[in-house]
């Protein structure tokens, strides 16, 4: 079997290596950087011209980073924005991270933002298209509706951008722990009258405030029709607005995506992310 990852250390940096299962970059053979950690400028340095060194060595092509294996584990590096907290599930890192990046050949491979808005007077009154109906997620038949939802994704994904399919072990693994958090009013399934999924969203409080968090968070939202995105946004506004959020962030966008468009009507970007990548 071959090795999946190459653990770096030093007594002030460490990473790891990703060396299959990782996006693939204009078919070049590619590896990933993660994990990384540093306690100063020099020490970042000297970690990743031995990753860079390593991956050389053993025929790869291309790296990028910082990513722990592909997109749907933590990846990008924060590179601009306001000084508020970082809001739940946000990449968090010191300013001089993505400065190492840069020094030592990375350049920017994927830009991306989050945007933040106040969600009174959003709703627009959207509906589905038709035949398409909006639900809460059933929770007490997560499992299934985890399942649909993984179905989806690799469909509705397929051509994002440094896309790599996940496994429906690997995608229950990823969203089983955050079921206890997992609000159905905010996990809306937009479904045909024969209960086939076509569009899902999924929000979550901002628990980094605490137990009463004035924000809500749209981490994801996709569909297979056109009209069902704009939809399940909407409501996700008249939820926001009728529940008592002051905020609503639409996270981590990437530049290219339509979802971005979407929301330039209500929203402003605060918080700027970049993902790195460089020949080898």
Excluded at 163 to 187: N, Q, S
Excluded at 256 to 262: A, E, L, P, Y
């Amino acid at each position: 079997m071959a090795v999946k990852t190459k653990d770096l250390k030093t007594n002030s940096a460490l990473c790891t290596l990703w060396l299959a299962d990782t996006p693939q970059y204009e078919s070049r053979k590619t590896a990933t950087i993660g994990n990384f950690q540093a306690e100063n400028k020099k020490a970042g340095t000297d970690i990743i011209n031995q990753a860079l060194q390593y991956l050389t060595d053993n025929g790869f092509e291309y790296a990028i980073g910082p990513m722990n294996g592909n997109t749907w584990h933590s990846y990008r590096f924060v590179t601009g924005g306001d000084n508020s907290p970082p809001f739940l599930m946000e990449p968090k890192n010191p300013d001089f991270y993505p400065v190492i990046f840069q020094d030592t050949g990375f350049e920017p491979l994927g830009e991306y933002s989050s945007a933040k808005m106040n969600p009174i007077g959003a709703y627009e009154g959207i509906h589905p298209p038709e035949g398409i109906y909006i639900r809460e997620f059933q929770k007490e038949h997560a499992k299934e509706e985890l399942c649909k939802i993984w179905q989806l994704s690799l469909e509705t994904f397929a051509h994002n951008f440094l896309y790599t399919p996940i496994d429906k072990k690997d995608f229950m693994a990823l969203y089983t722990p955050i079921l206890d958090k997992l609000l159905p009013e905010y996990v809306l399934m937009a479904e045909t009258a024969n209960g086939t999924l076509k569009g899902f969203l999924f929000a979550i409080p901002d628990y980094t405030q605490g137990s009463s968090p004035d924000c809500l968070i749209v981490k994801t939202y996709a569909s297979l029709q056109r009209g069902i995105g704009g939809a399940l946004l909407d409501m996700i506004h008249k939820r926001a607005e009728e529940n008592g959020f002051q905020n609503l962030i639409h996270a981590l966008m990437y530049d290219g995506n339509i979802s971005k468009k979407r929301t330039a009507k209500f929203s402003k970007p605060f918080r700027r992310y970049t993902l790195y990548g460089r020949e080898l």
